[in-house]
């Protein structure tokens, strides 16, 4: 299903986030938070809303976003996770400011 020219914008957006290119920050982010893999069984107790890049890739080809804002919004929210769940310290918080950077630029294209 072919989708509107706004989405296929943040479908580019979101192919450049992905890039093995950006490995040293996008690592984290690509797929779900694995709190098994992570040894944080109590993830899902403090983030309600988990978020990533592959989840939001699958939710544009479904057509489950219905604007630019709409996506955005799921960005935020993996950022937003980050910081609530790793603390404004960690390494892993910082990448997250890092992809928030590229994203910004990206979008801004
Ligand atoms: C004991 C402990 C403490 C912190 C973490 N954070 C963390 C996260 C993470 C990303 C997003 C998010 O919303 C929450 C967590 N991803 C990782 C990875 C890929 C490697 C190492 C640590 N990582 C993992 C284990």
Redesign the pocket.
Known sequence: KKLPPELRFCEEVLMELRKSKHFEFN???LQP?DPVA???PH?HKI?KK?MDLGTMGSKLQLGEYTSAKDFERDFEL?VK??K???GED?I?YAQ?LRLQRLFSNEMAK
């Open positions: 690592g984290a982010f938070v992570l040894n944080i993830y983030i988990p993996i996770n980050c609530t769940f790793n960690h892993v997250a």
